[in-house]
């Protein structure tokens, strides 16, 4: 049972375009929604995290959206560049636990 | 300031045999978690230790078993290797206390391969 739906699988953005990532999840225990980057042989880097108390939060050209009542969250890239280029993961945990839930990733490819 | 280190970063094993990776938390970090990734898949929990115990774990069999020691550092064993056990295995560290924001600091990664 998948508990972190991603979407979309893959994704191609011209430079200087927005890329958004989606995510939804079933568990309503989940309070703790990060997202990490990842880039070919290399390990997941985290990016930004939100919890259910903010509807959203932004750290430099990088914004999680997060909608408790459909259970859903986005990650908004601004800007993009080709260096974020990059598999990027959407994932989850409840409170006070380290069991992160991950989906299953999204290639982002930003075009020159 | 080294961030969490894994050892080797690549391994050939046949099926059957066992295998011990290795991981060195973050500095300051007392806390080491486990994740399988899969080819094309995302990291999927594995356990998590914490003063040298397992506190946590994820729906993997009896097969895969850690260690943590005193210097915080963990090994990850697997015996009677599968096929299926081909991934990048990862190591992320945390300290403990700041369970509440849960950030884990992954390492690069041990690629094992089953033939």
């Known amino acids: 049972q998948q508990q972190v739906k991603q979407s979309p699988q893959s994704l191609i953005v011209q430079k200087g375009g927005i890329s958004i990532i989606n995510c939804a999840y079933e568990?309503?225990?989940?309070?703790?929604f990060p997202w990490y980057q990842q880039f070919p042989g290399k390990g997941p880097a985290l990016l930004i995290a939100?919890?259910?108390?903010?509807s959203e939060k932004k750290e430099g050209r990088f914004t999680i959206s997060f909608n408790k009542s459909a259970k859903q969250f986005s990650l908004h890239i601004m800007d993009s560049q080709p260096g974020d280029s990059a598999t990027y993961f959407c994932?989850?945990?409840?409170?006070?636990?380290?069991?992160?839930?991950f989906g299953k990733g999204t290639l982002l490819t930003v075009n020159p | 300031d080294a961030g969490v280190t894994q050892s080797p970063t690549h391994l050939i094993k046949t099926r059957g045999q066992q295998v011990t990776l290795r991981c060195s938390p973050k500095?300051?970090?007392?806390?080491v978690s486990w994740y399988q990734q899969a080819l094309g898949q995302g990291p999927q929990f594995i356990f998590q230790?914490?003063?040298?115990?397992?506190?946590q774990r994820g729906n993997f069999p009896d097969r895969f078993s850690g260690h943590q020691f005193p210097n915080y550092s963990s090994e990850l064993n697997v015996n009677a290797l599968l096929l299926g056990d081909s991934a990048l295995y990862l190591c992320?560290?945390?300290?403990?206390?700041?369970?509440?924001?849960?950030?884990?600091?992954f390492g690069d990664g041990t690629r094992l391969s089953i033939l």
């Open positions: 230790y914490y003063e040298e115990e397992e506190r």
């Open positions: 994932a989850a945990a409840p409170r006070g636990n380290y069991k992160l839930t």
């Open positions: 568990n309503t225990a989940f309070d703790y």
């Open positions: 992320a560290s945390s300290l403990y206390e700041t369970v509440i924001n849960q950030p884990q600091h």
């Open positions: 939100i919890r259910p108390d903010v």
């Open positions: 500095s300051g970090h007392d806390t």
